[in-house]
């Protein structure tokens, strides 16, 4: 009886419970509107989860929706709604390069992820804003310096040998799968450069395996809900990253000693601590600074130079693929510079001489901009236009894609001479160029980035034969979190030279 008697007292408030939850959704969706006003997109949104779902199912057709919102919108904007935070999407390049002009703690926050500051953690150079930033910044810059690029010109090439002979030696021994899908491949590669890059000496064996773990885990988080619980991908990567972090203070330590000690530096991180004991030798007021926060640090250097430089590699084989005539002209101009059976090293001194190689580098970049996107998070409510005030807390996403198709000629045409001198579209339109970022929290290392991609089509194009195993949609773009052709670029490969 006193169960019959709870059960109806319970029974009894289902009614008010149910009047709850849909003034709490009503309320939702009025906010919503309310935010979104006169902007294109969805007219209503599902309670609480948004449009999530559509988002992490088919990413390409979620962001090729809010594009077409945006361009159907004199503003170039569009609106959405995901996980309960209202979202824009800027298509417009001038109203992007507003917000990257306005990174500051009253403006626009640079969160690297929709959700970056809890998967990212707080040690990381995206988040940091004014004269800290600029101090930063300053002092990484000897990270990057000729001599320094020079130092990893070596590896990278060393790198990306060894895993061209690799993939070759698969291709010929493994001849019941035909062609091979190369985006695996390239991931891996990316991932021993950066590791060799950044903290070289400092990563056994061993860690390096557990970095390949960890790193994996914090690649596939990024593209899942964001439910910090056990047992979700998002939790996994989160987790994944602390370690990651844990691991690289620990290079940071190292490398400290040894700069200490007076050796010379053979990696990044040796180049940063060099720079670190320069300036607190030299400085009035010494700066003080923690591995763990150097190690956040080179997470961010290592999450930007990673998958994207994976996505332009991929890219990459497939134009050159659907271009002889680019491909010839490479090939032509990387012979004057390089004859692989000479065992000679490409020198950042003919990298540079390489001005074709380089344009084509720069239009893959250019046509299929590897991060899409840059999210930003409204700090303070701010007047976009004169119709229109972002509210604070806006997820904004500025479209880099979109801007690489304004302005230039012919902009959907895989076209490297728009870079040569004899045009110089790249300084025509540079506002339009936005892979790299603008403003103060514009790529530090791209340079490094165009060095690793020209490396790497110079060597491919000379060590090896290919031809793409081409289906039906193979080259739409999928996101990985970047973009990528749909089929991983499978490819047919053989070896070229003969040594």
């Known amino acids: 009886m006193e169960f019959l008697y709870l059960w109806d007292v319970a029974t009894s408030y289902i009614p008010y419970v149910i009047s709850l939850i849909a003034f709490i959704i009503f309320l939702e969706q009025i906010s919503y509107l309310k935010k979104r006003r006169f902007l294109p997109g969805p007219t209503l949104v599902l309670p609480f989860i948004g449009n999530s779902i559509s988002?992490?199912?088919?990413?390409t057709k979620f962001w090729d929706l809010q594009s077409s919102y945006a361009k159907s919108s004199p503003l170039g904007i569009s609106a959405n709604y995901i996980v309960g935070r209202y979202i824009l999407y800027i298509y417009s390049t001038e109203l992007s390069h507003k917000i990257f002009a306005n990174v500051r703690p009253d403006a626009f926050h640079l969160v690297g992820h929709p959700f970056g500051k809890k998967l990212f953690g707080d040690h990381n150079l995206i988040y940091m804003f004014g004269q800290d930033h600029k101090d930063m910044r300053r002092r990484i810059a000897p990270n990057f310096t000729p001599k320094a690029l020079q130092i990893y010109t070596n590896i990278q090439q060393q790198i990306i040998l060894k895993h061209l002979k690799s993939w070759c030696q698969?291709?010929?021994?493994?001849?019941?799968?035909?062609?091979?899908?190369?985006?695996?491949?390239?991931?891996?590669?990316?991932?021993?450069?950066?590791?060799?890059?950044f903290v070289g000496p400092y990563l056994s064996g061993e860690a390096r395996q557990r970095f390949n773990r960890d790193y994996n885990f914090f690649n596939v988080g990024l593209m899942k809900l964001p439910i910090d619980l056990p047992g979700f991908a998002f939790r996994n990567a989160r987790l994944?990253?602390?370690?990651?972090?844990?691991t690289l203070a620990g290079c940071a330590e190292e490398s400290d000693k040894r700069m200490k000690a007076g050796e010379e530096p053979t990696c990044l991180i040796d180049f940063w601590m060099q720079e670190n004991l320069r300036v607190l030798a030299e400085a009035e007021k010494p700066f003080e600074y923690s591995y763990k926060e150097i190690g956040g640090h080179l997470f961010d250097f290592l999450f930007a130079s990673q998958d994207a430089s994976t996505s332009s590699l991929l890219w990459a084989v497939t134009f050159l693929d659907s271009h002889p005539e680019v491909l010839q002209r490479v090939r032509k101009e990387v012979a004057q510079y390089w004859v692989p059976e000479s065992n000679a090293a490409i020198t950042g001194e003919k990298l540079r001489e390489m001005k074709y190689t380089e344009a084509v580098a720069r239009e893959v970049v250019r046509i299929r901009a590897p991060a899409t996107?840059?999210?930003?998070i409204a700090g303070v409510d701010f007047p976009l236009t004169e119709n229109y005030v972002i509210p604070k807390g806006t997820i904004v996403f500025p479209s880099v894609f979109d801007s690489s198709f304004q302005g230039f000629t012919e902009p959907g045409l895989f076209d490297p001479d728009r870079f040569m001198d004899e045009r110089q579209e790249d300084r025509v339109y540079k506002r339009n160029?936005?892979?790299?970022?603008?403003?103060?929290?514009?790529?530090v290392g791209q340079r490094y980035a165009i060095?690793?991609?020209?490396?790497?089509?110079a060597m491919f194009t000379m060590l090896i034969d290919f031809k793409r195993d081409r289906s039906d949609g193979c080259?739409?773009?999928a996101?990985?979190?970047?973009?990528?052709?749909?089929?991983?670029?499978?490819?047919?490969?053989?070896q070229r030279c003969s040594q």
Do not use: W
Request: proline share 5%; hydrophobic share 45%.
């Open 55 to 59: 988002l992490v199912v088919n990413p």
């Open 170 to 197: 698969k291709a010929a021994t493994d001849q019941s799968s035909g062609s091979i899908a190369l985006r695996i491949f390239c991931r891996d590669m990316n991932l021993e450069t950066s590791q060799t890059v």
């Open 240 to 246: 994944a990253v602390e370690r990651l972090v844990e």
């Open 373 to 376: 996107m840059v999210p930003h």
């Open 433 to 443: 160029f936005l892979a790299f970022g603008a403003g103060s929290h514009q790529c």
């Open 451 to 457: 060095n690793h991609l020209m490396l790497f089509i």
């Open 475 to 477: 080259d739409e773009i």
């Open 479 to 494: 996101y990985v979190p970047t973009i990528v052709p749909k089929d991983d670029c499978r490819v047919f490969i053989s």
